[in-house]
């Protein structure tokens, strides 16, 4: 009876320890998840907002960042700053770009954030027309410290079905 019972006992302090382990294990994973989500609320607000003081606190400003779209190839943070801020800053009046079906992927000290887009905007012209796109993106991020900063975005448009498109 008494070997049952410190078998009962070292059972209990095992599956404890074990489950302990495992609940801070989720916790740090849904932390750095919820990090990323941040990074990504701010990317969007950054890109309506074509702010590039907040975009520079998602982004890591160097020359190794780059950002693939499909009118260039814009390489280091000083050309993403030109290239994608100030285009949006420049050539629209009002942006609302939006994100959907986001899914993180992590690799230790890097992510990858997938996630399917819409924006509206209004282009800054006599008329004010209307626009809207929809596309998917790609963005790796690496942290650096407590921070995850994106080095890398590839954005393209939705994807085609027709029997000879997409090649």
Do not use: C
Request: glycine letters at 8%; charged letters at 30%.
């Amino acid at each position: 009876m008494e070997k049952l019972l410190v078998k009962f006992i070292v059972s209990i302090i095992i599956l404890g320890t074990y489950g302990i382990q495992s609940f801070g294990q989720t916790s740090h994973k849904d932390a750095e998840r919820d990090a990323i989500k941040r990074v990504l609320d701010d990317y969007m607000i950054s890109i309506n907002e074509a702010d590039t003081v907040l975009g520079s606190k998602v982004f890591l400003t160097s020359e190794k960042v780059n950002f693939i779209h499909p009118r260039k190839h814009e390489m280091g943070w000083e050309n993403i700053k030109s290239g994608i801020y100030g285009m949006f800053g420049s050539r629209f009046s009002k942006r609302n770009l939006k994100s959907t079906e986001e899914i993180i992927t992590f690799f230790d000290d890097v992510a990858i954030l997938e996630f399917y887009w819409v924006f509206d905007a209004i282009f800054n012209d006599e008329d004010a027309t209307p626009l809207q796109t929809k596309g998917r993106e790609t963005q790796v991020l690496k942290k650096y410290g407590d921070d995850w900063k994106i080095i890398h975005v590839h954005y393209s448009s939705m994807p085609v079905t027709g029997e000879r498109e997409g090649f």
